[in-house]
């Protein structure tokens, strides 16, 4: 079953007359898992979101919105796989509304085992070029958002269950032009960790996820209108396909991992950078200032 909630409702089966009988259904099939995502309309979240339904669980989905192709994908998935799936429509950066959704969501069914924030935003601009507003705007969602989310949800999670948040590499190693997107990401590493000490000696299980680029519709945005010396240095680094990214993310999480990072490059990187911070630092200096000629090279 999909809900959405703007006052419809979609069944996943025929046979399914009226809603009492679908809260019925969703609630039985949603004891063995009920997984809450963030973001769950587009990238990374709805590949997640997929994953679980193709696991049996029960999805509740948080978002702004969801196109009717990935509606129909959702709803598919459930129905194929006997699970239920909701669509909550949600501000993340609002608290009462995030605990509202998730309150709704429980109620469907139950407590979350698996909650993960993948909701963000992003902005590839210098110092110079970021208004303050843009600035707040990125820290309200990525990191303000994480908090509030992990506010909703941990108070009614149970010992076993996990919550995951999603920063990124920017989160561990920032890049030219990051300075709001990297800030806010490094934020989110910083909650996460808090977290993990605050919640497991509770049996609350945490992981942070701090995937490269990957190509979704948020980094597509991106590459039209990012800085170009940014997107100069990008060319080193490379980008992951969604499905890719989302196997690793996804096994990551089954296994109980704390820190999943779906890259060996990015492993490398981050290692390169702890290890040799004077040598990674002289690197990126050199990389930029390569990027920075070539840049202004092509504008004469």
Not at 20 to 25: C, F
Not at 46 to 56: H, N, S, T, V
Not at 181 to 206: C, D, P, Q
Request: charged content about 20%.
């Amino acid at each position: 079953m999909l809900s959405i909630q703007h006052e419809r409702h979609f069944n996943m089966k025929d046979n399914m007359k009226d809603n009492k009988k679908n809260r019925k259904h969703a609630k039985s099939s949603s004891r063995q898992k009920h997984v809450i995502i963030t973001g769950g309309g587009s990238g990374l979240g709805f590949g997640l979101a997929i994953r679980y339904l193709k696991q049996g669980a029960s999805v509740t989905i948080l978002d702004l919105s969801i196109t009717d192709e990935q509606q129909n994908t959702l709803a598919e998935s459930a129905k194929n796989n006997h699970a239920g799936c909701l669509f909550l429509t949600t501000n993340i950066t609002v608290a009462e509304e995030v605990k509202q959704s998730v309150s709704t969501a429980v109620e469907q069914y139950g407590p979350p085992d698996l909650a993960i924030n993948s909701a963000g935003i992003l902005i590839n601009k210098t110092l110079e070029n970021t208004t303050s507003e843009a600035f707040k705007h990125i820290i309200d969602v990525n990191l303000n958002g994480s908090f509030n989310f992990a506010s909703a949800v941990l108070p009614l999670m149970k010992p076993g269950s996990r919550i995951a948040l999603i920063a990124s590499v920017a989160g561990l190693i920032s890049n030219y032009g990051y300075s709001a997107y990297g800030a806010s990401k490094f934020g989110v590493v910083g909650l996460a960790t808090t977290l993990r000490y605050e919640y497991e000696h509770k049996g609350i299980n945490v992981s942070c996820i701090c995937p490269p680029e990957v190509k979704t519709p948020m980094v597509a945005v991106e590459h039209a209108s990012g800085d170009p010396v940014s997107l100069e240095l990008k060319k080193f680094a490379g980008s992951m396909q969604p499905d890719v990214a989302c196997d690793q993310i996804f096994k990551g999480i089954e296994a109980g991992k704390w820190m999943i990072i779906p890259s060996m490059n990015a492993k490398s990187l981050i290692l390169i950078s702890r290890l040799f911070p004077r040598l990674f630092s002289v690197s990126m200096q050199q990389l930029i200032r390569y990027a920075v000629n070539k840049v202004n090279f092509s504008k004469t």
